[in-house]
């Protein structure tokens, strides 16, 4: 009995914990509906359900801002209208801190990161079998609401921001530059540039993986936990819940702004010369 129990919590954890993918099987293109099939698709396959979610907290976040700014009022200002410029100034504020080169595309680029990873992180605080449940009466298999639990979804935004690195490195110090940077950062003696090199090199590439994972690990936890209460009986769950979800009140906006300041710390470093 004990160990049927435990294979129905572990069946529930999985399904939970699974997205929809969507790719090529040697039986064609198709959704997959066992995990076998989800390794036959390989890394082409397509996260359904992240990138759904993703599109619409980004579409929800555009539509919000501009609504807003088309009924702003400066004798009678709403209150989602001073949300919504208190976090502007809030984002440019802290632009001015920490970015130390000249660049206006900065501070539109660390707004669009909060706002829209926030707006990512903020569908934790649905129960977790809500959307699935409705997916699954419509016969839908797996639907998984969060993409910042979804490793794809964060390496998606942190590759963006490399590339934004890179391109800032090339742009403001030219391929000589750059390159010299590399070679001769931490020491600057020639018979030492391998090791330079392999240290900057392995530094430049960590910063996306630091980005992504530190995002995907604190969501993704936060998502099992919650799928843990879940499982317990309906009297407890509240107990357990409500507090969790209060304390991602904190959580998710605090994982929206670490991964934006260190987006700006490594767009900064990308515009100095050294």
């Keep these: 009995m004990a160990a049927g129990e435990g294979q129905t919590a572990a069946g529930y954890i999985q399904h939970h914990l699974q997205n929809l993918v969507f790719g090529k099987t040697p039986d064609g293109w198709m959704f997959a509906k066992t995990h076998e099939q989800v390794q036959q698709m390989g890394f082409w396959s397509i996260h359904v359900d992240t990138m759904f979610f993703s599109i619409l907290m980004g579409v929800f976040f555009l539509w ?9 009022s ?18 440019d504020g802290t632009v001015k801190d920490v970015f130390k080169g000249n660049n206006p595309l900065i501070a539109p680029l660390a707004l669009t990161i909060f706002v829209w990873v926030f707006l990512m992180n903020s569908l934790k605080w ?8 409705l997916a699954h009466a419509i016969g839908i298999p797996y639907w998984k609401i969060v993409p910042t639990a979804d490793p794809n979804g964060t390496f998606g935004i942190s590759i963006g921001v490399f590339i934004l690195i890179l391109y800032y490195s090339f742009k403001i110090k030219g391929v000589g530059g750059f390159t010299k940077e590399l070679a001769f950062t931490p020491f600057n003696h020639w018979l030492l540039v391998p090791f330079n090199l392999f240290l900057e090199i392995i530094g430049l590439l960590t910063k996306p993986l630091s980005l992504a994972l530190r995002l995907f690990g604190n969501m993704y936890a936060g998502e099992v936990i919650f799928i ?47």
């Design 64 to 72: 919000l801002f501009r609504s807003v700014a088309k009924k702003a």
């Design 228 to 274: 843990l209460i879940a499982l317990l009986p309906f009297w407890i769950q509240w107990v357990l819940n409500v507090p969790w979800a209060i304390f991602h009140i904190l959580v998710i906006p605090l994982q929206a702004f670490v991964f934006m300041v260190l987006s700006v710390v490594y767009l900064s470093a990308a515009h100095e010369h050294h």
């Design 74 to 91: 400066l004798d009678n200002p709403s209150k989602l209208q001073c949300l919504v410029e208190w976090t502007v100034e809030f984002i």
């Design 126 to 133: 649905i129960p977790v079998d809500y959307i699935p449940g």
